[in-house]
């Protein structure tokens, strides 16, 4: 019913920047919030950063300042835009979204994850 197709992941060197899409589509009648988690090796999954439909943004504290989370409502893509990448951030990234498929019901997405390497 909801699919969201995630792109931009890649190869980065310590420093660098990369920025990620998720674009979701299917039948909904709307989107509310998205975000990205990441899991890295040997580790659990944690949130990175979260939108509202309204703009609310929310980072976990090692994040602020370096990611930001833009997001474009007509085309129902939400953005991971990183920056001074280090090491410690390679992981496979993660969109979530939450869709409003009727009054009565929500769908909660994820996408397929996309890989972010950081090494010189």
């Known amino acids: 019913q909801v699919q969201l197709v995630e792109s931009g992941g890649g190869l980065v060197q310590p420093g660098g920047s990369l920025r990620l899409s998720c674009a979701a589509s299917?039948?909904?009648?709307?989107?509310?919030?998205m975000g990205w988690s990441r899991q890295g090796p040997g580790k659990q999954r944690e949130l990175v950063a979260t939108i509202t439909s309204g703009g609310d943004t929310n980072y976990i504290d090692a994040e602020k300042g370096r990611f930001t989370i833009p997001r474009d409502n007509a085309k129902n893509t939400v953005y991971l835009q990183m920056n001074n990448l280090n090491p410690e951030d390679a992981a496979v990234y993660y969109c979530?979204?939450?869709?409003?498929?009727?009054?009565?019901?929500?769908?909660?997405?994820w996408g397929q994850g996309t890989q972010v390497t950081v090494s010189s």
């Open positions: 979530f979204a939450s869709a409003r498929l009727s009054v009565e019901r929500s769908y909660s997405a």
């Open positions: 299917g039948s909904f009648f709307s989107i509310g919030s």
